[in-house]
């Protein structure tokens, strides 16, 4: 077990990086006001800065870019009999509520990191993976969260990444420093759902707010459905915000600040991206 993490984490240290490229930048966006989504907004509504430097942004059509959702689940010998029953209704209520464009990924975690099951538009194999689920060990968040990090490298369309534990990370081999920055490296937006011993995990909710997203606390496994239902349901509701970067350096780290001046509403999106300088040809 533990060669096949060491495996499976220094194969995946190459992460592609989320940057301007050719394409320009995209970004999820959440605005709320009153604790509600805010609806109807165009690009005339945003204020986006790049570095301090103003962009010229477009709303992309949300219901036209597939959404890619990657499970990342925990595993360990605390989720067994009933939590293991309600983790798995819980990542029912997701495939539910995909459309047939959408594909899902299981990536499981204890002592070490499975990705159970790559990227698929068939649910039916996803909710395969989840039910041959079998709980045991110890707990590994943070190399669980590297794994499914990697997984969203590569691949087009959007990235919701859902979290899942109820435990403490008692034996990941990075440190969250380590997993914020290759956080930075991927357009996925980070959701965390924590229960029991993992309530108060602040590096959960650093990765959730570095890339835009939130974290839940749950009091038991039984309210993981409600929670895992409301993720989906927020995150269809966020804009995508394009924009070829213009006025700023290619490269390094790009810190975005994003508002939506002429209401009183909240926003949050990813803090930045790194950057590619362009390619130098002999």
Sequence with gaps: MVWRLTFVLTSMLAFQTFSSRTLGVRV??????GGKPVAGLTARDFELRDNG???RVDVVDAVDVPINVVL???TSASIRGRRLTDLIAAGDVILDGLKP???AAVVTF????????QLSADLGGVRAALRAIDPGGRTSVMDGVYVALASTTDQAGRFLLVVCTDGSDTTSWLTPSEVLEASKRTNAVVYAVTAGAGRRSEPLKDLADETGGQMFQVKGSGDLRSAFQRIL?????RYVLAYSPEGVS???FHRLDIKVPRRRASVKARAG???VEPARHP
């Design 250 to 252: 290619p490269g390094g």
């Design 110 to 117: 204890n002592h070490a990191v499975t990705p159970a099951l």
């Design 101 to 103: 464009v959408d594909r």
């Design 72 to 74: 990342a689940l925990d």
């Design 53 to 55: 430097v103003l962009q």
């Design 28 to 33: 999820d966006v959440l605005v709320m006001d």
């Design 233 to 237: 349901t927020e995150f269809r509701t």
């Design 273 to 275: 991206y790194i950057g």
